[in-house]
Structures are given as structure tokens and as C-alpha cells.
């Protein structure tokens, strides 16, 4: 089964439920909120590593056949231009249906507040390296730039730091190779994330922040696994 398909399924599944359990329920919303964390962790739970590992790997690679530049530059070209794109689209289609405010649908909600800058910057560059895997914002980007300085340098001397390259090299095609186990019950990880969203939705409290987050990773995994 393809992986879009597991994707359609566990959303509308999980949808339908979520819709027609009852509100209000504490019994079911205690349970569900569980369900919910425990797709969200079990994704995180994967993702963090296999991103350090493959983009340290990726770096290094890039780097010794000296297409590092090249490929990071396209790369930042194009996201600025997405996100210029979008940023336009949004506001000339605002202008254009000039959309009335909309009520409170939702009573409560969970704001995800931007961390000062200074607090950003102190958890790119922690006390401690290890820090960046521990961030209290779960922020991926210090986990990314800390695997781009460790790809960088691990070309400085091939004999020295040929192991270590090794090392990260097995380390991400070992979490690959997990990762299929998670792409096969893509759509049980899905189902609860998206029966948890709706059912918070009639309950009148959306849940944190982490359906952000999960919803990122089951792109990446529906469109590259």
C-alpha cells in the first residue's frame, strides 16, 4: 500500500471517530490526549536522529565532492522565494476576498509563543553540545546547525576522522532501516493524531503544539519513505 494512501485512510478514519465519539467525557478524553502523546513521541522518537545522523553524513559528503555551496545555496534560494511566494499569495488573496473576522470557535487553545531571541541563540549554542537535543522549545534547529558543523569537519583529516565518518554513515541507514517499520503503521500513527485533533476540537481545547510538529515529520515521511 502506498504511503499517500495510508495517510488518506488514517486521516479520514481517525476524523470519523473523533467526530462521533461523545464530548465532555473525561474517561475518553484522558485516553485520547494519551493516544494522541504517544503517536506524537513515537515520531519525535525517530526523527531527531535519523535528521542529525543523514544531515551530518549528507554535509560531509557535499562538502568532499565540493557541491557543498552549490547545493546549500539553491537550497536557501529556493525556500526564500517559497516563502516569498506565499507571503504575497496570502495577502493579495486577503485583499482580494477582504474575509470578515471570524468568531471564537474554538474557546481555548494552546498558543505556541516564539522564544525571545536571546533565548533562541542560547539554545543553538548551549552550555553543553548536547544541550541542543534537550532544547525547552523542541526546536529542530539546533540539532541541524550541530550536525552541519560535525559534517563540515570530519573532511579535515580523513584519516583521523574516517571512523567517526563511518560511524555516522551506519547510524543513518540503521535509522532508515527503522524508519520503514514506522512507515508501516503510518496510518495507526495518523489515525490517532487526527481522532485526537477533532475530538479536541469538540471539546473546545486544541491540543499543544506537537500536531505542528508530527504533522512536518508525516510529510517528510509520506513524500521520502
Same mark, same amino acid.
Given at each position: 500500500m502506498k504511503n499517500w494512501i495510508k495517510v488518506l485512510s488514517g486521516t479520514v478514519a481517525g476524523a470519523l471517530i473523533g467526530a462521533l465519539l461523545p464530548a465532555h467525557t473525561e474517561f475518553?478524553?484522558?485516553? &485520547?490526549?494519551?493516544?494522541?502523546?504517544?503517536?506524537?513521541?513515537?515520531?519525535?522518537y525517530i526523527f531527531i536522529p535519523l535528521v542529525f545522523f543523514s544531515f551530518a553524513i549528507e554535509v560531509y559528503e557535499l562538502y568532499r565532492q565540493k557541491l557543498l555551496r552549490k547545493t546549500f545555496g539553491r537550497a536557501l534560494a529556493f525556500w526564500s522565494a517559497v516563502t516569498v511566494s506565499a507571503v504575497l499569495f496570502a495577502a493579495v488573496l486577503t485583499l482580494l476576498l477582504s474575509p470578515q473576522r471570524l468568531s471564537h470557535i474554538v474557546p481555548e487553545s494552546e498558543?505556541?509563543?516564539?522564544?525571545?531571541?536571546?533565548?533562541?541563540?542560547?539554545?543553538? &549554542?548551549?552550555?553543553?553540545?548536547?544541550g541542543v537535543f534537550f532544547n525547552p522549545y523542541g526546536i529542530l534547529f539546533p540539532v541541524i546547525v550541530l550536525a552541519f558543523f560535525i559534517g563540515l569537519n570530519l573532511s579535515f583529516d580523513r584519516l583521523a576522522t574516517k571512523s567517526i565518518s563511518t560511524l555516522f554513515d551506519s547510524f543513518s541507514k540503521l535509522l532508515q532501516h527503522i524508519n520503514t517499520f514506522v512507515v508501516d503503521i503510518l496510518w495507526g500513527m495518523i489515525f490517532f493524531i487526527t481522532m485526537g485533533f477533532v475530538y479536541s476540537l469538540k471539546s473546545g481545547a486544541v491540543m499543544n503544539r506537537d500536531i505542528v510538529y508530527f504533522i512536518l515529520f508525516l510529510v517528510v515521511e509520506a513524500v521520502f519513505f
Open positions: 475518553l478524553e484522558t485516553a &485520547i490526549r494519551f493516544l494522541f502523546q504517544l503517536a506524537v513521541n513515537f515520531g519525535k498558543v505556541f509563543e516564539v522564544p525571545p531571541l536571546s533565548d533562541f541563540l542560547l539554545s543553538v &549554542i548551549p552550555a553543553n553540545m548536547l
